[in-house]
């Protein structure tokens, strides 16, 4: 009988072992996993059976079973793609408020000819 406690109990903390290391972090409930996994090597039927009562993090369908036959795995992906890094400006200060500047002034100059052109006859171009 002592014989049949100790392979139950290897088994448990093995398989915890195991699930612990296969887990992704944000499946990982109270504690880090290398904190999980010292648990359960320092207190293996103790800790085996906390990492599966409360350490790891079930699916809606509860508990998963795993296949016999394992299907190929695509390519891990990157994620959503990353937004493209703004342009670097490779513009010296000065030369950057010069090129405000100009800018400040076209529009100045564009809201004058707008306004020029709303105000009708008082500039005729005809010459008389």
């Known amino acids: 009988m002592p014989f049949l406690f100790t392979i139950i109990t290897l088994a448990l903390t093995i398989g915890a072992v195991i699930d612990i290391v296969r887990r992704e972090d944000s499946q990982v409930r109270f504690l880090p996993r290398l904190a999980w996994l010292i648990v359960v090597i320092l207190l293996p039927l103790l800790g085996a059976l906390l990492w599966f009562g409360l350490g790891r993090e079930y699916g809606d369908a509860g508990i998963a079973i795993p296949r016999l036959r394992r299907t190929p795995r695509a390519a891990p992906s990157a994620g959503p793609a990353a937004p493209p890094a703004p342009p670097r400006d490779t513009r010296t200060t000065e030369q950057q408020i010069a090129d405000l500047d100009r ?20 500039h005729d171009e005809s010459g008389s």
């Open 103 to 122: 800018e400040i002034e076209e529009w100045r100059l564009r809201e004058e000819i707008e306004k020029r052109k709303r105000q009708p006859g008082e």
